[in-house]
């Protein structure tokens, strides 16, 4: 059964706090992908990887960075938090074939920046 | 406008009627397609991908209809624990790994 998990449930930060939100999974799958869900908009790409050490920016990745230095480790960082960046961040993970192969999501993390 | 669109909702459902609903896509170039159910407060999961001839998975029937632009999906016999958010989300194969885009959720509430 794919697990993906990440660190937090929920989370409170301070505008212009450094915040990392880590992402795990466990199925040796080579793409994983980091969203944000807010009410009316749907889920939407901020960055994925499909490798190690690789990265593509998505549809909205200004205010993010990421990190993958192991496969089943993908890290969204937000290098100065603001209160435009509270919402739900929803991790996922899937095979190679990323057009084709269901998407894995974690648990999400709800992040409220004050 | 947006990719996907979606009817919000809710769908208020008396439990064992048939309840279906669209969602349209605005690229003509989008080659896969799937119906995905987010319960409140938890993860969205994959419900079923939605194929050219159309399927069906049980109660539920995804069609896809490439001219309009649209696909749909219906539950049969609704059940209480029909009740969530389904997501539609289209593919668009435009590099090497494709795009997703997700819709904003159509809320299905079953009611007994």
């Known amino acids: 059964d794919v697990k993906v998990t990440q660190s937090s449930r929920y989370l409170v930060k301070r505008t212009g706090e450094k915040v990392f939100l880590e992402c795990v999974q466990d199925m040796d799958h080579e793409n994983m992908f980091w969203y944000r869900q807010d009410p009316g908009l749907g889920l939407r790409l901020i960055y994925f990887s499909y490798d190690v050490k690789m990265k593509e920016k998505g549809d909205i990745p200004e205010g993010y960075s990421v990190s993958r230095e192991k496969k089943e480790r993908f890290s969204l960082i937000l290098e100065s938090a603001s209160t435009n960046q509270t919402s739900m961040y929803l991790c996922?993970?899937?095979?190679?074939?990323?057009?084709?192969?269901?998407?894995?999501f974690g648990p999400g993390t709800r992040l409220t920046v004050t | 406008r947006k990719e996907v669109e979606q009817d919000p909702g809710p769908f208020n459902v008396p439990e064992g009627a048939t309840v279906a609903f669209n969602c349209t896509y605005s690229?003509?170039?989008?080659?896969?397609f799937f119906w995905y159910r987010q319960d409140c407060r938890k993860e969205p999961k994959l419900l079923m991908s939605?194929?050219?001839s159309g399927n069906e998975d049980g109660r539920f029937t995804a069609q896809l209809n490439r001219a309009s632009q649209y696909i749909s999906l219906l539950i049969r016999d609704s059940k209480l624990s029909d009740s969530a958010t389904y997501l539609c989300?289209?593919?668009?194969?435009?590099?090497?790994?494709?795009?997703?885009?997700f819709g904003a959720g159509t809320q299905v509430v079953v009611t007994p």
């Open positions: 996922a993970s899937s095979l190679m074939d990323a057009n084709s192969y269901e998407q894995y």
């Open positions: 690229n003509s170039a989008s080659q896969s």
């Open positions: 989300v289209v593919n668009t194969r435009t590099d090497s790994w494709g795009k997703f885009q």
């Open positions: 939605v194929y050219s």
